[in-house]
């Protein structure tokens, strides 16, 4: 059965719980033990798949389909465990939940009340999985005191006193600020904090303090004094110069094994680093530079790409480069020239999204990395403009499209291009959709396989001809216009195994271009690049030598 490791945040958010649980998950499995991570979230949308991105930034989407919290790709991207529709689950799912089954009668007729029947649905979600690995390392979004956590403060309280004991301990994150005026880093906003939570009910067993810089001893003291922690069991979570230095940071400040001390685990075995030893190697000692323009609509808000950011940074890992990403708005160059926004970059990325905003400048950036042998990287969105841009530019088809745009606008302007998926094939069912069915996980999504071809830039890419990836997508490139497209130049280098879904495509006389439906940065880790983002970074790097 599982030990159970509960981490919460206080005073205010972003504090960096999602990277603080990632650390701590890859120094567990450095000691050997097995681990899976969960994020609960407070907020009641069902999951994030309806936000804006400018509400809660990248949706991450998961093997089997789930659309999750950001923070699920920070645990796979340090652990490497693939993360499922049951380590994610936000107050709107458990309410729906609980109401489908008093709908249904389960309840027996019985008054339903937070307490018990929403807590008990938390911990039913909580025990998912508890006997296949050593831990489970469970998340709570937002900071106590929130009124719409309340219901995951209770119900992980009963849970840990649900199990016996020394199974479930409690790792509480906050911030130290440093007030300049008075050169002192204050513990009270910490102090008030764990009596918050304690007041609920929940005594911390391990504090995890942001700060600018080291905390003197004095505070440390102070801190285990008055919030009841052993000295040994604060930790200081300083600023780093890349969150990929956490782990090692976090190891020589004592964390993963002030976890095990919690536990009673004696001897502690001793942690393998040399992973991330080398990770922190490779990124900090980077042997050159390279530009990349991200091209997108989201641009004002960074955590809308995480996943591409990242991605990128392990590509130039994996080349021994720096990449310098720089986020240029595609509204810019809607109706303008791009050339002086995208002069001097090595490569260029256009990401998903979603509506027309920007789909033009996304088209002009396709098409100025085309012409002007610049490599290029298209996913899902960033492939169908390219695939638009050629069928307007090089296969005679002037008024190409998206049925997409033509549907926020309510009347016919293009020639559809890309067009509503209505149907596809997922394991050996057939799924059907309309255009006008509820938003909410209504897309294709998660794995599903690619064949590619033969000989082409993305197979030797990938080294097979059989791939798997992520997807997030309700549009998808017409097939009809495969051969006007290929005439063109522009070859469907991968598609589905039925032949009948473009899932790649690449232009045969460019050094660099690619577009793909699906998302390859969700799969992408620093210790195991995604194999496009590795290439892409290296075909930049050839390119920055010749600028």
């Known amino acids: ?103 249904r009668g389960d309840y027996l007729g019985k008054t339903i009340q937070v307490i018990p029947h929403v807590t008990n649905e938390i911990k039913e979600f909580l025990s998912i999985g508890e006997d296949e690995v050593d831990f489970m390392l469970c998340e709570i979004g937002g900071t106590v005191g929130d009124i719409e956590g309340l219901p995951f403060f209770e119900a992980i309280r009963q849970f840990s006193q649900d199990r016996p004991r020394g199974q479930s301990i409690f790792m509480h994150l906050t911030l130290l600020p440093y007030i300049a005026a008075s050169g002192e880093l204050k513990t009270k906003p910490t102090q008030h904090s764990v009596k918050e939570l304690r007041s609920i009910g929940i005594a911390p067993d391990i504090l995890v303090c942001r700060s600018e810089g080291p905390i003197p001893q004095k505070e440390r003291d102070k801190l285990a004094l008055f919030c009841n922690v052993r000295p040994d069991s604060v930790i200081a979570a300083q600023d780093l110069r890349t969150i990929y230095d956490a782990p090692l940071a976090y190891h020589r400040e004592g964390l993963d094994q002030a976890v095990l001390d919690a536990f009673q685990i004696s001897p502690a075995p001793k942690p393998d680093l040399r992973i991330w030893e080398d990770v922190s190697d490779r990124i900090n000692n980077a042997e050159g530079e390279v530009k990349v323009a991200i091209v997108g609509k989201y641009t004002q808000l960074e955590d809308a790409y995480k996943s591409i950011a990242e991605a990128l940074t392990h590509g130039g890992m994996a080349n021994r480069v720096r990449v310098k990403v720089e986020w240029v708005d595609a509204e810019l160059f809607d109706t303008e020239d791009p050339a002086p926004h995208l002069e001097g970059f090595h490569a260029i990325l256009v990401p998903g999204g979603f509506g027309e905003r920007g789909t033009e400048g996304k088209i002009k950036a396709a098409e100025f990395a085309r012409t002007r042998k610049v490599p290029y990287l298209g996913i899902c969105l960033g492939m169908q403009m390219a695939v638009i841009e050629a069928a307007r530019h090089c296969a005679g088809l002037e008024t190409a499209g998206s049925e997409e745009f033509d549907h926020e606008a309510g009347k016919k302007r293009f020639e559809p291009v890309v067009y509503h998926l209505k149907e596809w094939v997922q394991g050996n069912a057939k799924v059907s959709r309309k255009v006008d069915d509820n938003k909410g996980g209504t897309m294709r999504l998660g794995a599903y396989d690619a064949v590619l071809t033969d000989g082409s830039r993305v197979a030797d890419v990938y080294g097979t001809t059989a791939i798997d990836e992520r997807h997030r997508h309700r549009y998808e490139v017409d097939i009809k216009y495969r051969d006007k497209l290929e005439k063109a130049g522009l070859r469907f280098s991968g598609m589905s195994p039925d032949g009948r879904l473009p899932e790649i495509v690449e232009w045969t006389d460019h050094p660099w271009f690619i577009g793909v439906q699906f998302h390859p940065e969700l799969k992408s880790k620093p210790f195991e690049p995604h194999p496009l983002f590795r290439d892409f970074v290296r075909a930049a790097k050839d390119m920055s030598r010749l600028v």
């Open 1 to 103: 059965m599982a030990r159970y490791v509960f981490i919460t945040g206080g005073v205010v958010s972003s504090l960096g719980k999602g990277l603080a649980s990632a650390a701590l998950g890859a120094l567990l499995q450095a000691r050997g033990f097995s681990v899976r991570l969960r994020k609960l979230d407070p907020y009641l949308n069902v999951d994030p798949g309806t936000m804006s991105p400018f509400e809660h930034g990248e949706v991450f989407v998961t093997d089997d389909g789930a659309e999750t919290d950001l923070d699920l790709g920070h645990y796979e991207r340090f652990t490497g465990v693939a993360a499922r529709q049951t380590d994610s689950v936000s107050s709107g799912r458990i309410y729906s939940t609980v109401l489908e089954k008093e709908r």
